[in-house]
T-cell receptor, first 114, second 116 residues
Framework: GQQLNQSPQSMFIQEGEDVSMNCTSS?????WLWYKQDPGEGPVLLIA?????ELTSNGRLTAQFGITRKDSFLNISASIPSDVGIYFC??????????????FGKGTKLSVIP | DSGVTQTPKHLITATGQRVTLRCSPR?????VYWYQQSLDQGLQFLIQ???????AKGNILERFSAQQFPDLHSELNLSSLELGDSALYFC???????????????FGPGTRLTVL
């Protein structure tokens, strides 16, 4: 199936630093989603992007839908300890009416050093 | 809390056995999706149901099946279990997107299946 290349795989940063992660694909997606997963929990939706070029913020988080529709990035500003977790990008190609198969990246594991 | 509930939270069973995982979607959501998350494969889409009907199939094994009932809850049945089926199984639900656009999927807390 389709694969999203998400990088970096893991990050260790100091509290207060900014973080950037991205996802790329060889094929076009019509929607990009960013999720965060805490240990033992389900992924929680952070930001949804629906249009190429769209830049959306959610508090300290900012995400962009690439112009080519083949990439997206997520930035976290002024990181805090509770930002720790695994961040996943997910792409949604259009595959027929009412059929929405998300393809996930392998995740970026973020560790924040107080 | 996403509003999606899954039971049980943990399940430990033996190879060759059959188990049923249950999911209740958010109130009003018609679509239910099942995903498998393992360490080496990440999150993999298994199957989608919309208002009781199968809508899309992903990388779902023939030993696995699912259904969505009239009250919109869904069950994922896993049979002839193998060691490699040990994973987290997530259910997600969604409502129709704005202006007919893509749905946004909200995930449940998952069921951790361990096959011994």
């Amino acid at each position: 199936g389709q694969q999203l290349n998400q990088s970096p795989q893991s990050m260790f940063i100091q509290e207060g630093e900014d973080v950037s992660m991205n996802c790329t694909s060889s094929s076009i997606f019509n929607t990009w989603l960013w999720y965060k997963q805490d240990p033992g929990e389900g992924p929680v939706l952070l930001i949804a992007l629906y249009k190429a070029g769209e830049l959306t913020s959610n508090g300290r988080l900012t995400a962009q839908f690439g112009i080519t529709r083949k990439d997206s990035f997520l930035n976290i500003s002024a990181s805090i300890p509770s930002d720790v977790g695994i961040y996943f990008c997910a792409g949604l190609p259009y595959s027929g009416a009412g059929s929405y198969q998300l393809t996930f990246g392998k995740g970026t594991k973020l560790s924040v050093i107080p | 809390d996403s509003g999606v509930t899954q039971t049980p939270k943990h399940l430990i069973t033996a190879t060759g056995q059959r188990v049923t995982l249950r999911c209740s979607p958010r109130s009003g959501d018609l679509s239910v999706y099942w995903y498998q998350q393992s360490l080496d494969q990440g999150l993999q889409f298994l199957i989608q149901y919309y208002n009781g009907e199968e809508r899309a199939k992903g990388n779902i094994l023939e030993r696995f099946s699912a259904q969505q009932f009239p009250d919109l809850h869904s069950e994922l049945n896993l049979s002839s279990l193998e060691l490699g089926d040990s994973a987290l199984y997530f259910c997600a639900s969604s409502a129709p997107g704005l202006a007919g656009g893509p749905d946004t999927q909200y995930f449940g807390p998952g069921t951790r299946l361990t096959v011994l």
